[in-house]
């Protein structure tokens, strides 16, 4: 968040309803984002915000367990005044999807609330809820008629990752979410979005006359995307081991950003030219056969290590994970997109857990230049041609190139040249999901996923998961905690006569 945001719109009057109210993702993340826009005066002079409940709640123990979670996650100084301000709009609501006939009773309370709060019928459904409640929540919100746009008011719906669990069970989760809304009304959140460096890779690459025309396979050699995380599983055991680090990352935050970085150029900056874009991109990634896709990827696991002097245990040891798990806690791919741009450019992806540093990143490698006019320098001296979008734990950009050494000879090294969004830009840290809630009450979707979108990332992945299924844990690599993974994925690079680039 800048100053410039309170230069932004108002939202509209509306009201802002929470399904899971009381979980981990309301306190750490919603609600603190919530805070952050009171505090840059971005959210709207008539608003309030339910918390729906399963099990009856006063509205003071849900404000109180509110601000406890503000106080301990804000990600800026807490100003009691806003933050009683906010949470004075906060009420609590009981209803459960297993209840229909609840759903009727909460559309009474909200009815009497937005007339006593002057919302104006503007509801904002946020899904902070665990996947398999997606579509029965929805089911509950339409028979009541909660969904149904009517009155100049709006209606929107905000789902929550992971989308489905596989290209089937995602197919089936927007066919039925579009009985109910039209796909203008659902905003699928990927919090990945709402982080200044990714959104700034469109201007990066569009707004700049210097990039664009070198954006394509005549000089890039190939690009790696990286998300690294030094935390386990934790106490996540039970889902992690259903989901894996394939399912839980590579379909939404590193195909988001993959499809930033590939996209074609939209012929106008708004929601549908820019979704259709990268939808397009995505669809275009070549799908690989059993064998290929077994050739491509490399799955691991990591076992005991230590990470900042903590001993980290065997994934398999982690409570609620099956002792002869095959579930990959790490994972690397070798894609190719099937278009005129990026024909012969492969791109390398990998995640993991328990590694030895966090770091999100987009790497692109350009090739290297003739070395014709200096043979008599050590190759090895001749710095490889980086342009690294880092997004975590910093934020900024880096341009890596080759310049002389002071002095009387012809002596080259490699230099970068850095830009920090904290060095430049007066900006408040924040939890990255300000400006797509923001963007849900404005209905600005253009940084949210569509139903083809997440359905040709499901498409890119399949073959990966049906191949290891059936390979069962042949071929799971296991790693130390605390590593940089699995020797494999340094193999996956070097048969191609590349290596991941070494963080600076």
Known sequence: MTDNDRKQPKPDPCCFIIFGATGDLTHRLVIPALYNLAATDLLPDEFCVVGIVRKAMSNEALRDSLMKGLRQFATRPVDDAIARRLLECVTSIEADPKEPTSFGRMREQLEKLETSRQTGGNRLFYLAVPPDAFAPIARGLGSAGLLKQDDGAWRRLVVEKPFGTDLESAKALNGELLKIVDESQIYRIDHYLGKETVQNILVLRFANGMFEPIWNRNHIDHIQITVDEKL?????????????????????????????????????????????????????????????????????????????DVEIEDYRKTADVRPDSATETYVALKLVIDNWRWAGVPFYLRTGKALGMKRTEVAIKFKQAPFAMFRDTEIDRLSQNYLVISIEPVEGITLQFNTKVPGPTISIDGVEMKFRYKDYFKAEPATGYETLIYDCMIGDNILFQRADSVEAGWQAVQPFLDAWKKAGAKGLEGYQAGSEGPAGADDLLKRDGRSWRKPG
């Open 232 to 308: 386990g599983v934790g106490h996540r055991g039970s889902f992690y081991d259903s989901t894996g680090a394939l399912r839980d990352m590579v379909p939404n935050h590193l195909f988001q950003l993959l499809s930033l970085v590939a996209m074609e150029p939209p012929i106008r900056f708004d929601a549908h030219s820019v979704r259709s874009e990268k939808a397009d991109v995505l669809a275009a990634i070549q799908t690989w056969n059993e064998e290929d896709a077994l050739r491509n990827s490399v799955r691991g696991q990591y076992q005991g290590g230590t990470i900042d």
